[in-house]
C-alpha cells in the first residue's frame, strides 16, 4: 500500500485554515438566515438587526465607530476603494503617496489613476529594511496631496512600517488622508487608529472566511463608492448585503485578536527556530529584516531560482511561496526584494514560510530537513 504523503502548510500570509468555531457559526447563520436583509417582512429585518449588532462588535474591537465600517468583499476591494473612493470625492487635488511595495491592488490602482485620470503618484523607496519613515513622507507631502496609503506590514518580508508616527505626520503637516492596509498586521501588531482615516482588512488572513472584509471609512472622510447599487453600506457600497458572510466576520475578528495575544511568543519562537536552523545552511541568505513579523520567515538560495525550490518543497510535503500569492504566477524577481536592494539572481530565488499558531517545532524541523536534500540535489546543477 502507498504510503499518503504528510502536507504541511507554511504560507499563513496567503490564506488561514478556518477557525472551526467560525465554519460553525457561518453553518448555523447560513441554514436560517437567508432572506434578503434588505426586505421589509420581518426576516429581513433581524437579519438586519444581527448584521448591524455584528457592525457594531467590529467597531468596538478596533475602536471606531460602527458607521465607519463598511463590509467588503476581502482587502483588494478595500484598498481599491480607498484610493478610488478618496480620490474621486475630489479631484482637485491630484497628488497620492503611496510605496514601492504595496500590495498589488495598491500599486494597479495607483498606476491607473496616474494613467487614466492624470493623477501624480509618488512611490516612495523602501531602505534595506523594507519600511519607509515618516521623514520620507514629510517630504514628499504637497498641497495637493490626496492621499497616503501605505501598508502597516509587508506581506513577503514582514517588515513594520512606523504607521503611527506616519499617520501623525500626515494629520499635523497636511490636509491628505491616511489609508493603512491592515491586511498582515491584525492579530500580530496593534495600531493606534487615532490618526488613521482608512483601513483595510481581510477575513482570511485571520482564520475566517474569503471573500469577506472590511474598509474603515472615519465619518470625516469623502467617499465615492467604488460599486454602485443601492442603499446597502449607508449608500457606500451598493449590492446585496452577503449578510452571513458579514455576520461572521465579528467572531473572526474577536477570536484572531485573542488567539493571537496567546499565540504570538509560540509563533516567535518558532520563527527563531526556524531561522536559527537556516542560518546553518551554507548559502542560505536571510531577507527579512530584523524587525519583522515572526510569522513571516523569507530567504534565498541563489543557486536554485525560486520555482524550482517551491517545486521541490512540495514534493516533499511543503506548501511554500516564492512571494505574494497575488503575483505568484510570475517568474519576475520579487519586486519587494529588489526594491530593498537585493540582486536579481537573489530576488528571483526567494522562498517565504509563514507561520501560524498550528504549525509545530516537529514541523519547522522537517523542513530544515527537506531544504537541505533539495539543495543537495539541486544546488550544484
Known sequence: MQRVQRRIYFDNAST???????????????????VNSESLYDEGSLISRMMEKARSAIAGLLDVQPDEIIFTSGSSE??????????????????IITTNVEHSSIMNACRQMEDVFGYDVTYLPVGKDGTVSAEQVLKALRPDTALVTIMHVNNEVGAINPLEEIAEIVKKKSHAYMHADLTQSIGKVSLDMKNIDLASISAHKLEGLKGSGILIKKKH?????????GEQEAGLR????NACVNMVFAKTLRLALENGKKSHDYIE?????LEAGLR?????????????VPSVINFSYENIPSEVMQNALNRKGFMVSARSTCASKSLDPSYVLSAMGYSDKRASSCIRVSLSRHNTEEEVQLFL??????IAQYGRL
Open 269 to 273: 519562537q518558532l520563527s527563531r527556530k
Open 238 to 241: 451598493g449590492g446585496t448585503s
Open 369 to 374: 530537513k527537506a531544504l537541505k536534500e533539495v
Open 78 to 95: 478595500s484598498n481599491t476603494s480607498a484610493v478610488k473612493g478618496v480620490c474621486f470625492a475630489d479631484m482637485s487635488r491630484k497628488h
Open 16 to 34: 488561514t485554515n478556518i477557525n472551526p468555531e467560525v465554519l460553525k457559526s457561518y453553518r448555523q447563520l447560513l441554514d436560517q438566515y437567508y
Open 280 to 292: 546553518e545552511i551554507e548559502g542560505v541568505e536571510i531577507n527579512h529584516p530584523q524587525n519583522h
Open 221 to 229: 472622510v469623502p467617499f465615492v463608492p467604488l460599486i454602485n447599487g
